[in-house]
Nanobody, 123 residues
Framework: QVQLVESGGGLVQAGGSLRLSCAAS????????MGWFRQAPGKEREFVAA????????YYADSVKGRFTISRDNSKNTVYLQMNNLKPEDTAVYYC????????????????WGQGTQVTVSS
């Protein structure tokens, strides 16, 4: 299985921006659809965005559409999440994941996960 390490989280004011990165190792990166999920305190982990193998096809949760952009650089085995116009409700631990089989927005479809990176948006 591929190993994943996220970075780039932090504290930002509402309206600000952050860019998360997820570096993959130990597998063939281009074999995987890559996704970002998030989990706020007391809530279930939820789908944020996903990008297919070549990077041209992307999917977003309605709550982030138009504000977040997922991308991947297959030459660097890295997937990114550019987050703009952040809101306090975006506060969560953000996880990068590599998809196995199943529905693209379902947590259970992903079988490799990073350790997560905290994003906190102050009002």
């Amino acid at each position: 299985q591929v190993q994943l390490v996220e970075s780039g989280g932090g504290l930002v004011q509402a309206g600000g921006s952050l860019r998360l990165s997820c570096a993959a190792s130990g597998g063939t990166f281009t074999n995987y659809v890559m996704g970002w999920f998030r989990q706020a305190p007391g809530k279930e982990r939820e789908f944020v965005a996903a990008v297919l193998w070549g990077g041209t096809s992307t999917y977003y949760a309605d709550s982030v559409k138009g504000r977040f952009t997922i991308s991947r650089d297959n030459s660097k085995n890295t997937v990114y999440l550019q987050m703009n116009n952040l809101k306090p409700e975006d506060t969560a631990v953000y996880y990068c994941a590599a998809k196995g089989t199943g529905v693209i927005i379902a947590t259970r479809s992903y079988n490799s996960w990073g350790q997560g990176t905290q994003v906190t948006v102050s009002s």
